[in-house]
Nanobody, 125 residues
């Protein structure tokens, strides 16, 4: 079965950096678009970034210039490098996967098929 396992979360001071990883198994990783989402306490889950099988990347406006999504198809892993972290970045971060369908860039959580269990990121001020 498909498994997505996130790691790399933790507690960091504002201005610091973290690198999240998501290891995928049970799927042909290179054929899937991979996304990162986050959910802060009391808020709905929101899109953060996605990277298509073709390496096309899209980010939500609030993380542009600070976060970088990347993938290693040989390792079946997607990464989220987070720099210049702010307290408002505090959330549970989830990775997700969907079989790529052409040019569509999946930014809605409704489009994703598989989800990880999440990893907590806490940014202190």
């Amino acid at each position: 079965q498909v498994q997505l396992v996130e790691s790399g979360g933790g507690l960091v001071q504002a201005g610091g950096s973290l690198r999240l990883s998501c290891a995928a198994s049970g799927l042909t990783f290179s054929s899937y678009d991979m996304g990162w989402f986050r959910q802060a306490p009391g808020k709905e889950r929101e899109f953060v970034a996605t990277i298509k099988w073709s390496a096309v990347r899209v980010y939500t406006d609030s993380v542009k210039g600070r976060f970088t999504i990347s993938r290693d198809n040989a390792e079946n892993t997607v990464y989220l490098q987070m720099n210049s972290l702010k307290p408002e970045d505090t959330a549970v971060y989830y990775c997700a996967a969907v079989y790529s369908t052409g040019a569509l860039i999946p930014t809605s959580e409704k489009l994703y098929t598989y989800w990880g269990q999440g990893t907590q990121v806490t940014v202190s001020s």
